[in-house]
């Protein structure tokens, strides 16, 4: 047997060295993923981001949302050619965000205009939003955007950023 060093190299083929990830944001019905689990109807992705049309199961993850008290399984997908992972995602959903984008919009719109979270909101965690959103506002749109925060919310947005992202 070769050593590891003098091995030789498959062209084209999964290695964990060349191992890619891609999150596909997809429409999903939590609610009845929650009910079923394993046996929802998942959508298969129609290709990779190499463009092989081939993609292979490559079982769940358990995802945590805010709207349920426990992780939820999500599909898998994985690339032969290539070892992409695609993870799908609900759409609506910031990634790397439990909760959901129309959620996230409005509580942060009640705190700046009423001056109060509501009471339903978890309070910890939507101070570190309102704290992010500011930040980003500050550095990417400039100061003046500060003085109307869901201005600056909606135009993050359609730059494709998540606003309420604590890393720039």
Not at 43 to 61: A, E, I, K, L, Y
Not at 119 to 147: D, E, F, P, Y
Not at 148 to 168: K, N, Y
């Amino acid at each position: 047997m070769l050593p590891h060093s003098t091995a030789p190299k498959l062209r084209g083929r999964y290695s964990p060295q060349n191992e890619t990830f891609m999150i596909l944001p997809v429409c999903l019905d939590l609610k009845k993923i929650a009910q079923s689990a394993r046996d929802y109807c998942w959508p298969r992705p129609s290709s990779c981001r190499c463009g092989n049309p081939t993609v292979w199961g490559h079982g769940f993850v358990t995802v945590c949302f805010s709207c349920f008290s426990h992780p939820l399984e999500i599909r898998r997908y994985r690339c032969p050619l290539c070892g992409c992972v695609i993870r799908l995602r609900p759409k609506g959903y910031f990634p790397r965000i439990q909760t959901a984008e129309a959620t996230v919009r409005r509580l942060l719109n009640c705190r700046i205009t009423t001056g109060y979270w509501p009471a339903c909101a978890i309070t910890n965690r939507c101070r570190h939003w309102l704290a992010a959103l500011k930040k980003n506002a500050i550095v990417i749109l400039g100061i003046a955007w500060t003085k109307s925060l869901m201005a600056a919310f909606d135009e993050l947005c359609s730059m494709g950023r998540v606003p309420i992202r604590r890393t720039i």
